[in-house]
């Protein structure tokens, strides 16, 4: 019988037979004592296993840069651990911060955990992803709309959240190409497109407080969002009563009648 072991002089992977003493490193020629490299395996499984565990307890927990660093102790003992990979690539997506998203880190460790599953785990690794980007959109915005539970005086914070904004949206696109009626990805858009529409309260030097609303553009794109997830929404269960948005619809209506009129003046 063969068993799975590496050799522990070049780490290669190797198959040593269970029946013999001693064999040879097929890779760089080192004598391995049989029963000593299947010991050190089983324990370096052990290890792996445990350091899974604690890293996957740190991620439900949200200890995201804990659970990163024993995923990182598992790839140092077994880089092809495809589920380390999965791993890391969510903790590492939740350390994003407003400043700092790590979206692009997360698709390439994820690629990655994905080029070294099975064949078969593949849909598992979707649906995974789509969970960590859900549960990731949820706190985002929920920090990016924080920003504004004060008026701002600066201009660059509104901007800086609407590109936020825009960025959750693509993400977002990775859970509707799995299921385009995922309805808590729907919800989300909708949450996302409400914290544009209702724009923000701003200060100005003289200490009046006022609220600032998207620009047409923007109100007609967030709205187009909003509008397409409250449709499919309804669809599935016509009792939901979507959230009321500030720049509400009659208002975008009455701007755009304006300007059919101006033009059919013209
Ligand atoms: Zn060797």
């Known amino acids: 019988m063969l068993k799975a072991a590496k050799c522990p002089s070049c780490g290669g992977s190797i198959k040593v037979p269970v029946d013999q003493e001693y064999i040879y490193c097929m890779y760089c020629g080192t004598q391995i004592i049989v029963t000593s490299v299947l ?4 324990d370096t499984k052990k290890t792996v296993s445990n350091y899974m565990n604690l890293a996957n307890t740190a991620l439900t927990g949200g200890e ?16 092809k651990h495809h589920s380390a990979w999965l791993g890391k690539s969510i903790s590492v997506l939740h350390r994003s911060t407003l400043k700092a998203p790590k979206y692009q880190q997360f698709f390439k460790l994820f ?12 849909k598992q690794l979707e649906i995974k992803k789509s969970q960590a980007i859900k549960s990731f959109v949820a706190r985002y915005i929920e920090k ?9 005086t600066n201009m660059n914070l509104w901007k800086e959240h609407t590109q936020r904004c825009a960025d959750m949206y693509k993400l977002l696109e990775h859970s509707f190409a799995l299921n385009r009626h995922d309805e808590l990805a729907h919800k989300l858009v909708i949450i996302i497109s409400k914290s544009m529409l209702d724009g923000f309260p701003t200060i100005d030097s003289q200490g009046t407080i ?15 969002q909003y509008d397409k997830s409250v449709t499919i929404l309804k669809e ?3 009792s939901y009563s979507q959230p009321k948005v500030k720049a509400n619809r009659s208002i975008v209506k009455s701007v755009k009648t304006l300007f059919q009129n101006k033009k059919e003046k013209r």
């Open 64 to 79: 995201f840069e804990e659970a990163e660093s024993y995923f990182n102790k598992v790839l140092e003992l077994d880089n």
């Open 144 to 152: 990016s709309n924080m920003i504004f539970s004060k008026p701002i």
């Open 210 to 224: 006022s609220r600032r609303m998207p620009s047409p553009e923007l109100r007609d794109w967030a709205f187009k």
């Open 39 to 42: 010991q050190q395996h089983l």
């Open 111 to 122: 690629d990655t955990a994905m080029s070294l599953a099975p064949d078969d785990s593949s």
């Open 236 to 238: 599935q269960d016509a």
